[in-house]
């Protein structure tokens, strides 16, 4: 009698696997599952250090590591990986790109129902220009995970954001092809925005422009920029950049290319002539 009902409990058992395993091989597989294998070939370049890391850095819990390892790999150290197959995060960046601008159009129309169109097109333009995503890939220590050639670690180390720009964009792909879009929509709120946010970049941060359109408005001419002194390494070279108005200095800033010193100098000047306008204000000093 018991040997009767072990048999019967088996080929019930038989039965339940082989159902289960007809509505799995039946199911319909998204084309991205169907071609993971050809699209994401196992690199193993990912430490288990790095990988908690990465983890904590995006607030996921990585389940399929090779989506991640190739958003982090930039074609420059295509050549380490020959024999894997190795794909670069370039594809990725592609469909990066594309959630990155739907879910910050998103975020700003539910953020600034005031706003028309125009306005919220010029904040999703700072939003995901190419330094704002390098500022937030810095703040989360991507710099760090990148997997690159040494040449090109030296341009990011140099200051490079286009690296890094690229790879947050396929980060966030990696995430969505990972846990799906409510996970990637968490991503771009609860991480990059607060960046963005905390390091004001909700806000026009062309300060050469804001100080042109400043001196124009009260009848001044044009900023001249000087370059008052450069030094460091050719690989790790710093500006210091003046802004003048005729002989009248308004502000100096520093940078690794001119570009940014520029645009460092013309924020302190704007700072300084904020202040001096205060001040005008509260004891009727002339401010500038």
């Not at 289960?20 to 597989?29: D, K, L, N, Q, Y």
């Not at 919220?120 to 995970?145: E, G, P, Q």
């Amino acid at each position: 009698m018991l040997r009767s009902a072990l048999r019967s409990f088996t080929n019930s058992l038989r039965v339940a696997l082989d159902s289960f395993c007809r509505h799995i091989c039946s199911r319909e597989r998204s084309p991205i599952e169907e071609a993971y294998r050809r699209l994401f070939p196992p690199l193993k370049a990912l430490s288990a250090q790095h990988r908690t890391l990465l983890e904590h850095a995006l607030g996921v819990r990585i389940r399929t590591v090779a989506y991640y390892e190739q958003a982090l790999l930039h074609r420059s150290a295509l050549p380490r990986f020959g024999k894997h197959r190795a794909i670069s995060n370039e594809r990725l960046e592609f469909l990066g790109d594309a959630l990155l601008g739907f879910l910050t159009a998103e975020y700003l129309f539910e953020r600034y129902p005031e706003l028309p169109e125009g306005e919220l097109t010029k904040i999703r333009t700072w939003l995901v220009n190419r330094r704002t995503l390098a500022i937030c890939a810095r703040k989360l220590a991507l710099d760090r995970l990148l997997i690159t050639s040494s040449s090109a670690r030296q341009a990011i180390e140099r200051g490079s954001d286009a690296p890094l720009a690229d790879a947050l964009e396929a980060l966030i792909a990696a995430v969505y092809l990972d846990h799906g879009l409510a996970a990637a929509r968490t991503l771009v709120r609860n991480r990059l925005l607060p960046i963005a946010e905390e390091e004001k970049l909700l806000q026009d941060t062309n300060y050469k422009s804001l100080l042109l359109e400043y001196l124009q408005a009260r009848g001044e001419p044009p900023p001249q920029y000087r370059v008052l002194h450069e030094h460091g390494p050719p690989h790790a070279r710093e500006f210091v950049v003046g802004v003048y108005v005729g002989q009248r200095c308004l502000g100096i800033g520093t940078g690794r290319s001119k570009k940014d010193a520029e645009q460092n100098a013309a924020y302190e000047a704007l700072k300084a002539v904020e202040q001096a306008e205060e001040d005008e204000h509260n004891n009727g000093a002339p401010h500038l």
